[in-house]
């Protein structure tokens, strides 16, 4: 932009909100951020971040756009407590046995959601200009009189419903997650709202912390038990702040793992690989555990709409929320508050909510994609599956068996799913060589096996 505009306001200051306000407030006077909440001002849990109690992975293509987008906030992570935990500290169980993940310039970040939280949060409110009013629901858009162009929002205060506010604004970001009001007030604009892709897993999430030794699984921070194709369990524990495991175990299409320590505990020695059973047993359970479902995850397809009003933009869970499982939502939101920025400098705020959709619809895509590729593989799981997510299942079950072997395909595996390179790196001539020449059709996996014995 060649001059500076005065007003932004970010609707909802979770993850997505926080990082949309960074290149808001280098290039506007003024960022108010808004939330429904009274935000906590450390590591605390919060009732808007309900999800804010299972393991939050940042990813390591997270991990390198938080700190391009926060320069010193990954350090921060680390100096708070949490850790960056290189891939030779992971031990990942997909596809029947362990990946062999040597690689470590791939890190993912320890930490509870909580402080990821709250290390972003205090840098965005430290950026000259940026304001924070909490405790105060945003109800709705106010336009110019021919709707064209959103010009502020209408809120209402959380403590005296009584009490209203309108802010008055250059442009607009809904970034208030899931439940975003942006498709009722666009309906009520006279606009179309946007189409639903929505894919139906039934997940179930039941997260516990325990007493962490260093010692523990060999010095392992990080395991990933994968649910197979043919069973519906699996889990993931994260070396957290404070010496801790946060153990979060999963399962789809309807199975409910228990907070409750003994079954917790059994649930995590049916799994198919033994390793986060090794970290409960025995350890020392520090909280009481907290459950979440999560029946589907949804892509609002506002990159669809023939139209949106000027100065206005959709961002965050607001346009898709992911399938948990793949720990991909707080890293899509921060490509696409780079896509922000860049659109900015490019072409200000014309036609700036398209804008920024276009450019990040391809970063959503690939995520939503592996999600919802690996999601498929479960024969239970509703959705079509056209002739390419074939090929991809195909290909992706020759290619694990050699990522067990070779560290060079693990790693460049671990770059796809964690959101570093674009899923077609897996066909880079290299990788493809190697999987042609080593990979072979599946045989019975250990996690079959396993599923049959508990069955
Ligand atoms: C169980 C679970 C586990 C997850 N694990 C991971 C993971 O491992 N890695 C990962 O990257 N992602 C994970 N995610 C996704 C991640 O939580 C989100 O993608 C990320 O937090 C971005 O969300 P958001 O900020 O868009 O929305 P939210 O986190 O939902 O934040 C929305 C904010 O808007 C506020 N708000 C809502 N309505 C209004 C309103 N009308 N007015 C004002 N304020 C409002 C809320 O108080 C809240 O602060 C997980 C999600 C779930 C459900």
């Not at 906030?73 to 708070?80: C, D, G, L, P, S």
């Not at 209203?164 to 007030?185: C, E, K, M, N």
């Not at 309807?254 to 059973?277: C, M, V």
């Amino acid at each position: 932009m060649n001059h500076r505009e005065a007003h932004a306001v970010v609707l909802g200051a979770g993850l997505a909100g926080l990082v949309h306000a960074v290149p808001l407030a280098t290039r506007f006077d003024r960022v108010t951020l808004v939330d429904r909440d009274i935000l906590p001002r450390g590591a605390e849990h919060r009732g808007g971040v309900p999800q804010g109690h299972h393991v939050h992975l940042l990813v390591p293509g997270g991990v390198t756009r938080m700190e391009a987008l926060l320069p010193g906030a990954v350090a921060e992570i680390a100096a708070r407590g949490g850790y960056l935990i290189p891939a030779p500290e992971w031990r990942f169980h997909m596809g029947g046995d362990q990946l062999r993940l040597e690689d470590d310039s791939l890190r993912v970040a320890g930490a509870t959601r909580p402080l990821l939280e709250a290390v972003v949060r205090d840098r965005a409110l430290a950026m000259e200009g940026v304001e924070l009013l909490d405790g105060w629901t945003a109800r709705e858009l106010t336009t110019t009189d021919d709707r064209t162009c959103v010009t502020g929002v209408r809120l209402r205060s959380q403590a005296d419903p009584d009490e209203h506010l309108t802010l008055d604004a250059d442009l607009i970001v809904d970034t208030t997650g899931r439940g975003s009001p942006s498709p009722r007030w666009l309906t009520a604009l006279g606009y179309e709202s946007p189409k639903e892709e929505r894919l139906q897993v039934d997940v179930h999430y039941a997260t516990r912390l325990f007493r962490r030794d260093p010692g523990d699984l060999g010095g392992c921070r990080h395991v990933l038990v994968d649910v197979p194709p043919d069973d519906r369990r699996g889990g993931v524990a994260l070396a957290v702040e404070d010496d801790r495991w946060q153990v979060t175990l999963i399962g789809m299409l309807g199975e409910r793992p228990p907070t409750e320590l003994d079954g917790f505990t059994q649930y995590a020695a049916s799994l198919w690989s033994d390793d986060l059973h090794q970290i409960i047993d025995g350890a020392t359970p520090l909280d009481e555990g907290a459950q979440r479902a999560f029946p589907s995850f949804s892509w609002q397809r506002y990159d669809q709409l023939a139209s949106l009003p000027q100065r206005y933009l959709v961002s965050g869970d607001a346009v898709c929320s992911f399938d948990p499982r793949f720990g991909q939502g707080m890293t899509v939101a921060m490509a696409e508050a780079a896509a922000l920025g860049e659109i900015l400098d490019q072409h200000g705020l014309d036609d700036i909510g398209r804008r920024v959709l276009s450019a990040s619809q391809p970063v959503v895509q690939d995520a939503w994609d592996l999600a919802t590729g690996a999601d498929l593989a479960h024969p239970e799981v509703q959705g079509p599956r056209p002739l390419p997510w074939k090929l991809n299942t195909a290909y992706m079950q020759r290619l694990l068996p050699v990522a067990h072997r070779e560290p060079e395909v693990a790693a460049a595996l671990i770059r796809v799913v964690g959101m570093i390179d674009r899923p077609q790196q897996l066909m880079s001539p290299r990788t493809l060589w190697r999987v042609l020449r080593d990979g072979r059709a599946p045989e019975t996996t250990s996690a079959e096996t396993h599923a049959t014995t508990r069955a």
